[in-house]
């Protein structure tokens, strides 16, 4: 991962206080991160988690204007930003510049994550990659196609068969194993196998059995399923595993864990883009990602 230069000149912001939420009432956070509950989803599980988890506390940033609460940042492995003001873009920016943490993205919606990222260019690491442009989609109502009968929880049994299936989506999709960073991402993994986000069809192939479909729900808070992690076997492809996968995704998320479920993907995918919108997800914003 890159170095982060981080020792710079303070800069002052006098409208704007920037600080973690080590005395913020997590009621508040909650009821602010609900008005968007799609575009704050993947921070929304952290601060609902904040109660049990109380180190959270430190890794998010609520900045504070005169009228009060106007936004947030999440500040753990990936910068999530939410709802930022024009000045309180440079005030996150300057305090993330001061703060000895290292990120792997800055990933969120695309109004806030473009402006952060502009404001944290002068002294944030060359990315890899830059993704202005992804959709998100949710669909809040029955699939509109059938679900595939064959996808269901993933058993922990299976783990041997679903890692390497998960290693090949993430490498497909960021460009590097994320093995190479230790144990981590297999921990992940497990974690959400044996929480029952893990969803897959696992089917006889030439050489045994494989992973023909898979699906996350990697993030779950403020009433939002957010799938991640949408994979099909390479040599299946193009043979609809991906509409009935996802449709079963569907059925098993809204019916077992949350009435509006969504997702984001690359404006450059054409296949996973039109396959999401035959089971029906529509587009109801726009997400950004910074790789570095």
Not at 163 to 187: D, H, I, K, N, Q
Request: contains cysteine.
């Amino acid at each position: 991962m890159p170095t982060w230069p981080w020792r710079a000149p303070l800069q002052t912001h006098p409208d704007v206080v920037v600080q973690d939420a080590r005395s913020a009432d997590v009621a508040e956070l909650i009821a602010f991160a609900k008005q968007d509950p799609v575009d704050a989803a993947l921070l929304g599980e952290h601060v609902e988690a904040m109660s049990s988890y109380g180190f959270y506390r430190d890794q998010l940033l609520c900045i504070r204007e005169p009228h009060g609460l106007t936004g947030l940042c999440w500040t753990g492995g990936n910068l999530v930003p939410l709802r930022l003001s024009d000045v309180a873009v440079e005030a996150v920016a300057d305090h993330v510049r001061r703060r000895s943490r290292r990120f792997s993205s800055v990933v969120g919606p695309a109004h806030d994550v473009m402006r952060l990222w502009e404001a944290m260019r002068g002294f944030a690491p060359t990315p890899r990659d830059i993704r202005p442009d992804q959709p998100s989609m949710v669909i809040d109502g029955d699939p509109l196609v059938a679900p595939d009968p064959g996808v269901s929880l993933t058993s922990v049994n299976d783990l041997d068969l679903l890692l390497p299936a998960c290693v090949a989506m993430f490498t497909e999709e960021v460009g590097y194993s994320p093995l190479m960073a230790g144990g981590g991402y297999e921990r992940r993994v497990r974690s959400l196998v044996q929480g029952g986000r893990s969803l897959s069809r696992i089917d006889e192939g030439p050489e045994g059995r494989r992973v023909v479909f898979k699906a996350e729900l990697g993030t779950v808070a403020l009433g939002v399923t957010q799938v991640q992690g949408v994979w099909v076997h390479p040599d299946l492809r193009g043979q609809g595993h991906a509409v009935a996968g996802m449709a079963a995704v569907v059925a098993y998320a809204r019916a077992q864990v949350a009435p509006l479920v969504s997702l984001y993907v690359n404006s450059y995918n054409a296949p996973a883009l039109a396959a999401y919108r035959r089971v029906g997800f529509r587009e109801v914003g726009t997400f950004a990602t910074i790789l570095f």
